[in-house]
């Protein structure tokens, strides 16, 4: 079975532009959800998306946003892109997306902003 | 809210030394615990987990028991080795909604 597949891993983008990152669940799992890792702040959740409905949100501004596909792949964008942007985007998934079920992370996507 | 407090590191042993990483935590409702562990250049991958209280998870010979009365989740290994080296992670969640709440992390590096 493959695993959660992000894409690009890498990305060199400029203070604001905008940016989307794309992650492929692993087949069967309905729930989605978005990390952001930095080394000053570590792992912080950004947003869930289950049926193509965002369920959960974490505290990140509005120019983090996402969206699910009806195949479960989703999509996060982030706009008008600043220096602290910079960090490792990981993407993870489960089944449903209950509480004792554990996530299942992609390699993630590696964004330098310049 | 709710949080985790995982030992800071890096933590340096040799190899077969015994390894304890501690983790706290605080929550209001009744989380599920974890323990993810981190290579250079990966992703996350699951270590163990446990549900409730009392409950031990154990995988690749690490091991760690849900302690509700003393709020911990402390990660051991009897024998570690260098292919042991990672960054541990420990983690809570409440309630559904794929959220997961991450300790700060702990560097292991092990030495032959």
């Known amino acids: 079975k493959a695993g959660v597949t992000q894409t690009p891993r890498y990305l060199i983008k400029t203070r604001g532009q905008q940016v989307t990152l794309s992650c492929s669940p692993i087949s069967g799992h309905r729930s989605v959800s978005w990390y952001q890792q930095t080394p000053g702040q570590g792992l912080q959740f950004l947003f869930e998306y289950f049926s193509e409905t965002q369920r959960n949100k974490g505290n990140f501004p509005g120019r983090f946003s996402g969206r699910q596909f009806s195949n479960s792949r989703s999509e996060m964008n982030v706009s008008t892109l600043e220096l602290g942007d910079s960090a490792l985007y990981l993407c993870a998934s489960s089944p449903i997306g209950e509480g004792n079920s554990p996530l299942h992370f992609g390699n993630g996507t590696r964004l330098t902003v310049t | ?112």
């Open chain 2, 1 to 112: 809210g709710d949080s985790v407090t995982q030992m800071e590191g890096p933590v340096t042993l040799s190899e077969e030394a015994f390894l304890t990483i501690n983790c706290t935590y605080t929550a209001t409702g009744y989380p599920s615990l974890f323990w993810y562990v981190q290579y250079p250049g990966e992703g996350l991958q699951l270590l163990l987990k446990a549900t409730k209280a009392d409950d031990k998870g154990s995988n690749k010979g690490f091991e760690a028991t849900y302690r509700k009365e003393t709020t911990s989740f402390h990660l051991e290994k009897g024998s570690v080795q260098v292919s042991d080296s990672a960054v541990y992670f420990c983690a809570l969640s409440v309630g559904q909604g794929g959220k997961l709440i991450f300790g700060q992390g702990t560097e292991l590096s092990v030495k032959p």
